[in-house]
């Protein structure tokens, strides 16, 4: 079956302790992102990979780092979180431009 | 950048009418706009997708429309159904080389109340 999956799916966690939230698809995508959905802010997109050690920042990148290493992986580090990061995240996966992305089930992060 | 905005951002309706939401966005290049669902405690999934070559395209009960001279498109859903009741957002992206996220609107909570 595809899809994109994310683990943890809930964290709770304290400030500064450093996480890392994985992401992995099964389509041999090239095009991977990481979102943030927050309340009355919609999705925005925090990083972007075009391919393997391809990255690039999206809308809202500052406390998050990313790596692509694999073409399948695309974890989301947070070296060190804070509460405003507190929010629901997703990983997605598109073929290419112009192409369906499809989207992990979500990982909901609480920074205390 | 582009910028894409969604609107309204609540509409309920009756069971069995018609729901219409609209996006405009800002970057005149864009030429790819997917509406997707987004049920509760998932994530989004695309529903329907309408490139600029053409002004309107129909999935059963959805259809999807682009005014590329306005700069606007817009979901129609014909005939709600309590299943249809979910967030949806509209995204626009351009094709071409380098950079081309998609650039998504804000949402909108659409209710279907049988």
């Known amino acids: 079956e595809a899809q994109v999956t994310q683990n943890p799916r809930y964290l709770i966690t304290v400030t500064g302790k450093k996480l890392t939230v994985t992401c992995s698809q099964n389509?041999?995508?090239?095009?991977m992102s990481w979102y943030r959905q927050d309340p009355g802010l919609g999705l925005r997109q925090i990083y972007y990979?075009?391919?393997?050690?391809?990255?690039d920042k999206g809308d809202v990148p500052e406390g998050y780092k990313v790596s692509r290493k694999e073409k399948r992986n695309f974890p989301l580090i947070l070296e060190s979180p804070s509460p405003n990061q507190t929010s629901l995240y997703f990983c997605?996966?598109?073929?290419?431009?112009?192409?369906?992305?499809?989207f992990g089930p979500g990982t909901r992060l609480t920074v205390t | 950048g582009e910028n894409v905005e969604q609107h309204p951002s609540t509409l309920s309706v009756q069971e069995g009418d018609s729901a219409v939401i609209k996006c405009t966005y800002s970057?005149?290049?864009?030429?790819?706009f997917p509406w997707y669902k987004q049920e509760l405690g998932k994530g989004p999934q695309l529903i329907i997708d309408?490139?600029?070559?053409?002004g309107e395209k129909k999935d059963q009960r959805i259809a999807v429309t682009l005014n590329k001279t306005a700069k606007h498109f817009s979901l129609h859903i014909t005939e709600t159904q309590p299943e249809d009741s979910a967030v949806y957002f509209c995204?626009?992206?351009?094709?071409?080389?380098?950079?081309?996220?998609?650039?998504f609107g804000k949402g909108t909570r659409l209710s279907v109340i049988a």
């Open positions: 997605a996966s598109r073929v290419g431009r112009g192409h369906e992305q499809y």
């Open positions: 389509m041999n995508h090239e095009y």
């Open positions: 990979s075009m391919n393997v050690e391809v990255t």
């Open positions: 970057d005149s290049a864009s030429n790819y």
């Open positions: 309408i490139r600029s070559n053409v």
């Open positions: 995204a626009a992206s351009r094709g071409g080389s380098g950079n081309t996220p998609l650039v």
